[in-house]
């Protein structure tokens, strides 16, 4: 029988897992949110931050409105947009909380604190780059960012909850870590090329699949595509770049795609069973939304798709990383 102080000690581990358990799945909730924000031009849907116009809701009565748009001339309220805005604000409002319960946690259980700590970092700075995504009026540096912020954060929470519950691990072959590494790097790169296509509103700078505006090679601008020097004032929603530097981008992503396509497959056949089968379909069904989104003009659905997609992908990875022997305690 366990002691008090024994009993302790497990009911606390178990919160700590529980509440690991619980920020990553809303960490993932909050990434497609994120997404779908974006997808329904709602990322201005409230023109300041924390609030909306000023308050902790919307605006809802005739007087409210009024008071809001005489306050913010430039900014009408839309409230689907802006409840849409504060719904995914609400969430990742709690996502914080559960994050920063999380090294408390684990000093008191007694154990390794460092990943809890850098979480607890990690959404403080995402916090502020949600509101600059507000305050600069959706500059792309900041929106990509911010995705990526995202992005780390949900790999982190799965790979710290890996950690905690060693018992859910996949059991991989030995000698494919190298493969996941590179993978996994080049994903990122292409998880920061797709937020630089959204946030440049490049996702239909070609309307075609393969080619782009019936061509393989259309005129292209990277310089100014690529430029990450971008001023900051303008309402970049709608984005401010020229069709050509739209289609240096979205090509980009295109081969960035392709890649991503042919290490992962690489991986998935140094796999076994159940994760060889997750990294194939789970590549194989992403690389077709992006030709979907492509050729069915961006429809919302298979569009939000596509982001939870690259989520899923980089929570396969991970899961490849954290069980492959050299990986193992």
């Known amino acids: 029988m366990l002691n008090p102080t024994q009993e302790c000690s497990h009911s606390q581990q178990r919160a700590l897992n529980t509440i690991a358990t619980a920020a990553l799945g809303l960490s993932a909730l909050v990434v497609v949110l994120g997404a779908y924000t974006r997808l329904v031009d709602a990322g201005l849907g409230c023109p300041d931050w924390p609030g909306c116009y000023g308050y902790l809701t919307i605006p809802q009565s005739e007087s409210e409105i009024a008071q809001s748009e005489l306050a913010f001339p430039d900014a009408p309220v839309e409230p689907a947009k802006a409840w849409t805005e504060m719904v995914h604000r609400y969430f990742a409002s709690l996502l914080g909380l559960l994050i920063l319960a999380l090294p408390i946690l684990a000093w008191r259980t007694g154990t390794r604190m460092v990943l809890p700590c850098v979480l607890a970092v990690l959404v403080v700075v995402q916090g502020a780059m949600g509101a600059l995504t507000v305050t600069l009026k959706l500059w792309p540096q900041v929106v990509t960012a911010h995705l990526l912020g995202g992005f780390a954060t949900l790999a982190l929470l799965f790979h710290y909850t890996l950690t905690l519950r060693p018992e859910i691990r996949w059991r991989v072959p030995a000698g494919v870590s190298f493969a996941i590494h590179v993978t996994l790097a080049a994903l990122l790169l292409q998880v920061a ?72 497959l690489w991986v998935s056949w140094m796999l076994t069973g159940a994760a060889r089968w997750t990294v194939a379909g789970i590549v194989t069904i992403q690389f077709l939304l992006g030709i979907g989104n492509v050729l069915l003009d961006l429809p919302l659905a298979l569009a939000v798709m596509h982001n939870a997609g690259a989520a899923a992908l980089l929570l396969a990875l991970i899961a490849g990383r954290a069980s492959a022997p050299e990986q193992l305690p």
Request: hydrophobic share 45%; with cysteine; charged share 10%.
């Open 193 to 264: 090329l797709g937020g630089w296509v959204s946030s440049n509103y490049a996702a239909l700078a070609c309307p075609d699949f393969p080619l782009c505006h019936g061509v393989f090679i259309p005129d292209m601008d990277f310089r100014n595509g690529f430029n990450l020097f971008q001023g900051i004032g303008p309402n970049y929603l709608g984005g401010e770049m020229s069709s050509e530097a739209r289609i240096a981008i979205q090509i980009s992503h295109r081969v960035g795609a392709l890649v991503v396509l042919g290490l992962s």
